[in-house]
């Protein structure tokens, strides 16, 4: 008979856990949604140390963080850039090239 109360949920029961497990896992929800690299990091530290409060603002304050779209990509070749600019330059102070199109020239090689 004591395992059978055991083993026998009320609704309050399941009810309290359908409001803890998703809002335990808010953390998880928000590196998907954004879409993170490290989502499955964010998972395990919800997961196993989510339980302490300070684990669990730790995975939401990584999952909330922006630095992947801080970081610059550089394409092209630099050094190509450099000798380009250096030829406008020559160009320019020749006098083959007006102000505005040196301008205009250097602006899409900065970019």
Request: charged fraction near 15%; glycine fraction near 6%.
């Amino acid at each position: 008979m004591s395992c059978l109360t055991l083993l026998s949920i009320s609704w309050q029961h399941i009810l309290i856990l359908l409001i803890f497990i998703p809002s335990y896992f808010v953390p998880t929800f928000i590196a998907l949604s954004r879409k993170k690299s490290n989502t499955g990091a964010i998972f395990a530290l919800n997961l196993f140390l989510g339980w302490s409060l300070i684990g669990w603002a730790g995975a939401l304050i990584w999952a909330l963080s922006n630095k992947e779209g801080h970081q610059q990509t550089i394409t092209g070749n630099t050094s190509s850039n450099i000798d380009q600019l250096t030829q406008l330059k020559a160009l320019h102070d020749q006098g083959v090239i007006t102000d505005a199109e040196f301008e205009t020239q250097k602006k899409r090689l900065l970019q």
